[in-house]
């Protein structure tokens, strides 16, 4: 549980950290909240040599909304998004999830930047950004990009971010229509064994834990759209899938979750 | 004068603990908080694998890190031990097999975890880098995992030298093999039932570590090790290292819980020592919470056969077991012993006259196990409770009412079992009756079967378990019939200080428990002086140089009685003192809130503390006694202490995906008289938890290449109290007469009752679905698939 040895440097700003990044190469990584990288370098899962800390880059905490756009900054807190009334009125889905991470310490640790840019399939904020249709903005040495949350996320823990870029804001849509979203774990501050987000009333479903990335569940959005019951709809959430298998749950369970958690999302989401 | 009122009574007040300030506030300090400039860190480099030659160690890689200086491997490190090796302290059969067990494996890894090389290194991090960059290359040989695994023709075998897999067979039968198989034969009912128990991580909050410090003089050692035992420890470290007793001081800190996992003498305190001596340095180790997944003991790991034969109304007639049970790939200290102490409660609380317990034991090729909170009687209640309950369908009666039938009644006592023992008391029907109406079963016998009727996915099941267990370890002789190697005496001594201030030291060994508010109340009532009054030294073997420690659940009634026992002795001798400054005759005095008194002059009269400070002085003592105010005791318990209850258990399943949800938990208990019911209930509240864990949630899951996969916190699902239920307690006393206070103990009471009660509700509430078992952990995804078997294959 003893990490490898590393260097540490601390960004004075966005810039900053990127020719930081420019100038260790592969082996330098941004450390946001900490609370994915750090356990990973403590089983020595990563070992990067230089750590670039962008934790302090308090410009980067925010919620702003406007033009039907809620934008977030992408150090801003777990916790933040959790108690924020800005966000509870503008997306009380994101807010909403936000408050089921881990425990408290988490929440106050962990950040939206970071765990997006994690790419864990197992975490619940990024399959929330995936159903809201939301955009990630990465700023590398040529400057600033967005990519829509559907191409974002490639494989387990990777992206389509380079290894210079680093992710400044998070936008979503406001207004979250009828959603909901359901987090099946079996103890309290435990990762979903399966989740399932709804938003827009069904125009919006994305699994989480079902692949190797969150996954916007495309049959059952069809579904939805043509009319069909929560039931009928939620028949189809694991088709196509590849869900992972480990401790808790085997393929075949994960697919029998899948639907049943996406039949209570639907219909708390207000789908028949 | 007169003295009338009786100093108001500490026993059974809800005191808080004094240990907690320094605890709560850091101030408590653990073996890593030792500050020990210029000491050796020790990096162990354990097997990755389960079962390999160990064909080269290359430490070149480590040796090249800043801070790393040596590299030793087991053949390296040999004369350190020479003859020496880890210790089993339990042969509990002649012919036993205990192969040997050296701190650092030579040639051979056995399981995943196993020491293979050491690194020295000048601080914990380079030791950690060190010992990640050592190069071991491994022939890999086949494993052996499971249990069935270790018995099944051909097995490939874990110890080459020895001609099996078998450790030993122990079994308590007696003569009775003919009456058993005929009660079988007649019997109307006959319950056969498997059950598995799996593995278990301890997991204290804080892990082991130990630090070997040399006196700068040299020639004497001092052991500091987060340890339950350090009494033990130190006997065994000589011994094995064969230092003089005298040389050596073994200290135990603040210790972040134990549960049995650290009632045992590891590797790397013997290492520690030897190096420290070798080195004339100090030599320091700390577990990572990884590490102690695969290099601290385990626990449980049996499958159990348990049979009931029973008549027509379901009294059972006899109890026939058989079990395999799981020892790691080496003895620890009482390895084998653990399936022994459940060996003899396998009937439970039921008056059942004939019984038979076999158990063969294994080697496999995984971590040791050994003592885990309960040690044998969780296992033994859950098969017992479990079949009752089997017992309760075949016969057609509610399990409480097939519980009523078998008790053993409350007039029986004391009451010889069929295994050989003496119960010491109890009422086992008020119990489970005020355990019955605590929980409010009709009412919830009621919602079950309204959810049913309504077809809810969300059912209720109510789940009982009465469990008796033994614990006060224990008489020196009855252990010696077990072949156990020490006694189970405790020792105590009471000395009041001039201006009248009590020192108590105990052989007892806190690590989390309370015994120094306990000990202090017991002796603030019997002295009449404050317990903020009274300091309780333990855990120093240079402080307290007798003691046997702490471990099932013996603390109270066998440590705590020599202190009570030390502390009449005291007074005894301020009696004397008293009469002799009175003018009076000792039969004459009343000793009462703290003030000796002649009966029917009440102006004569002389506080403790006025005696204290005479027999400091020894102005003016009796002829021919000895100064100061002080007494020894070591106590050796007649017998064992039986504590006894019910707990119910009502849980709610949702059948659509196998979630459970423990939402009520009520428990009463008999532990006896309770000295401190806020640190009773702290035991229940924990020990519940525990049980409970390993009901729905904890699993040390290897595959079948012998690596543990539930090797971290993430994957192996400690439950928080975010999961712990509503815990409603009552209790009820019939207090021991095996001690002068009517203590039993309440350590492990919570874990031992708990998880049968958990699975039995379970198993209620879907019994209508056809489900008549689940394994543990009941896990979502195992519920789930009863469900789905019982009703024909899976969705
Ligand atoms: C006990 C525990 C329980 C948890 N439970 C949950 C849970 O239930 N659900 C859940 O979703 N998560 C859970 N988490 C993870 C938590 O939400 C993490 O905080 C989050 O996943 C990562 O955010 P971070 O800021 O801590 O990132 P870090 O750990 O600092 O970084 C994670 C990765 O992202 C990169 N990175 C960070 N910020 C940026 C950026 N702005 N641009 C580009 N790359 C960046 C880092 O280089 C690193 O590779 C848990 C964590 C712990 C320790």
Redesign the interface.
């Known amino acids: 549980m003893i990490p490898a040895a590393f260097d540490y440097e601390v960004a004075e700003s966005v810039d900053h950290a990127i020719s930081l990044l420019g100038e260790h190469g592969d082996d330098a990584k941004l450390l946001a909240g900490g609370h994915s990288l750090i356990p990973m370098m403590r089983y020595r899962l990563a070992t990067p040599s230089v750590l670039v800390d962008v934790g302090r880059l308090d410009d980067l905490r925010y919620i702003r909304t406007g033009n039907g756009t809620v934008s977030i900054g992408a150090l801003t807190r777990h916790s933040e998004l959790e108690h924020s009334a800005a966000l509870a009125e503008a997306c009380p889905m994101l807010a909403s999830v936000a408050a089921l991470v881990g425990d408290p310490a988490v929440r106050h640790r962990g950040t939206l930047g970071g765990t997006i840019a994690h790419a864990d399939p197992a975490s619940d904020l990024p399959a929330a950004v995936l159903a809201l249709g939301g955009t990630i903005v990465a700023q590398g040495p040529g400057g600033s990009r967005e990519i829509a949350a559907t191409d974002f996320f490639t494989g387990y823990f990777e992206s389509v971010l380079a290894d210079d870029e680093m992710i400044t804001e998070v936008r979503v849509p406001a207004g979250s229509g009828g959603w909901n979203y359901q987090k099946f774990n079996r103890r309290a501050q435990d990762w979903a064994i399966v989740g399932v987000a709804v938003a827009g009333g069904g125009a919006g479903v994305s699994l989480v834990n079902m692949g190797s990335t969150p996954v916007r569940a495309s049959g059952v959005e069809a579904a939805v759209a043509g009319g069909a019951s929560a039931a009928e709809a939620a028949a189809v959430a694991a088709d196509g899938l590849d869900p992972p298998d480990d401790l808790n749950a085997d393929a075949e369970y994960r697919s029998h979750l899948a639907r049943v958690l996406t039949e209570r999302a639907l219909n708390a989401a207000g789908v028949a | 004068m007169t003295i009338t009122e009786e100093a108001p009574g500490h026993v059974g007040s809800r005191r808080l603990r004094k240990e907690d300030p320094a605890l709560l506030t850091g101030e408590a300090k653990f073996i890593d908080d030792l500050a020990l400039p210029g000491a050796i860190w020790v990096g162990v480099v354990r097997s990755t694998e389960a079962h390999a030659n160990i064909v080269g160690i290359d430490g070149a890689a480590a040796l090249a890190i800043d801070g790393v200086n040596e590299v030793l491997s087991g053949e390296d490190l040999a004369p350190l031990w020479g003859e020496g090796a880890l210790p089993c302290a339990w042969p509990v059969t002649p012919d036993m097999k205990n192969p040997t067990h050296l701190p650092v494996a030579r040639g051979t890894a056995k399981y995943v975890g196993d020491a293979v090389a050491v690194v020295l290194a000048d601080s ?2 380079a030791a ?2 060190g010992a ?1 960059a050592v190069v071991v290359d491994y022939e890999p040989l086949p494993a052996v995992v499971e249990i069935t695994d270790a018995v099944a023709d051909g097995a490939p075998l874990v110890h080459a030298d020895l001609d099996s897999n078998e450790c030993y067979t122990w079994g308590l039968w007696g003569d009775n093999a003919p009456a058993v198989d005929a009660a079988f034969a007649e019997a109307a009912h006959v319950v056969s039932e498997r059950y598995l128990q799996q593995r278990l991580i301890p997991a204290p909050m804080e892990p082991r570590g130990c630090a070997a410090v040399p006196s700068p003089a040299g020639g004497e050692l001092t052991l500091y090790s987060a340890t339950q035992i350090p009494h033990i420890l130190k006997v065994m470290t000589a011994v094995v290292l064969g230092i003089g007793e005298n040389k050596l001081r073994v200290v135990a800190p603040s210790v972040g819980g134990g549960f049995g996992c650290k009632l045992n003498v590891y590797a790397e305190e013997i290492l520690c020592s030897a190096l420290a001596m070798q080195r004339g340095a100090p030599v320091r180790w700390t577990e ?4 102690a997944a695969v290099s601290t003991i385990q626990g449980r790991g049996q499958v159990q056969h348990i049979e009931l034969a029973a008549d027509a109304d379901g009294k059972v007639t006899a109890v026939r077991v058989k079990l395999l049970a799981d020892m790691g790939a080496y003895l620890q200290l009482v390895t084998p012993g653990v399936p022994l102490l459940g060996g003899f409660l396998y009937h439970g609380c039921y008056d059942i006259g004939l019984y038979m317990f076999e158990c063969t034991s294994v080697f496999t090729n995984r971590t040791p196990t050994d003592a885990y909170r309960g040690a044998g009687r969780p296992e033994a209640t859950y098969a017992i409770e479990r079949a009752m309950d089997s017992l309760a369908v075949s016969v057609g009666v509610s399990p409480e009412e097939i519980r009523a039938r078998n008790f053993i009644g409350a007039d029986a006592f004391p009451y010889e079992s069929a295994a050989g023992l003496v119960f010491d008391s109890g009422d086992y029907q008020t119990v489970l009756d005020k355990a019955v109406a605590l929980a409010d079963v009709d009412g919830r016998r009621a919602e079950q079967a309204q959810r049913r009727a309504s077809g809810s996915s969300k059912r209720i099941g109510v789940g009982f378990s009465s469990y008796v267990e033994m614990c006060g370890l224990a008489p020196s002789r009855v252990l010696a019939s077990l072949d156990y190697g020490a006694g189970g005496w405790e020792a105590a001594t009471v000395r009041i200080s001039p201006t009248c201030k009590v020192q108590v030291v105990t052989g007892s060994t806190p690590h989390g428990q309370g015994h120094e508010t306990c000990w202090s109340m017991i002796v603030a009532d019997k002295l009449g002086v404050d317990p903020d009054d009274v300091e309780v030294l333990h855990s120093d073997t240079a402080v307290s140089p007798t003691g046997l420690d702490t471990y099932g659940s013996r603390s109270l009634a066998v440590g705590g009685t020599a202190v009570y026992m030390a502390t009449e002795k005291v007074i005894d001798k301020a009696r004397a003192i008293a009469a002799h400054q009175l003018e009076a005759s000792e039969d004459d005095l009343e000793f009462s809130g703290g003030v000796f008194s002649v009966r029917g002059t009440p102006e004569a009269e002389v506080p403790l503390a006025g005696i204290a400070f005479a027999a400091f002085t020894a102005h003016d003592l009796p002829d021919g006694m000895e100064p100061n105010l002080e007494a020894h005791v070591t106590y050796d318990p007649p017998n064992f202490t039986f504590p006894n209850g019910t707990h119910i258990a009502t849980v709610e399943v949702d059948t ?2 196998g ?1 459970v949800d423990l939402i009520d938990y009520v428990a009463v208990d008999d532990c006896g008289v309770q000295i401190n019911p806020l640190i009773v209930e702290g035991q229940v509240h924990g020990g519940i938890l525990q049980g409970a864990a390993q009901a729905l ?1 904890e ?1 040390a ?1 290897y595959n079948s290449d012998g690596q543990l ?2 090797a ?1 916190l ?2 192996y ?1 400690v ?2 109290a ?2 712990a239920p509503r815990f409603r307690l009552d209790s009820h006393a019939t207090p021991s007469p095996t001690n002068p206070m009517g203590v039993k103990g309440v350590g492990e009471a919570g874990t031992i009752a708990a998880a049968p009660a958990v699975i039995n509700a379970v198993v209620d509430a879907l019994r209508d679905l056809g489900v008549t078992d689940v394994d543990m952990p009941a ?3 195992t519920v ?2 009863a469900i789905a078997d019982a009703q024909g294959g ?2």
């Open positions: 914990r991090y950690a880098d990640a990572g919470r990884a590490e659509d995906t979630d949630y699993d899951v996969v539930s971290n993430g994957d699902l439950p928080s975010a999961e896990s979502p995804q789930w698939r899976a969705s």
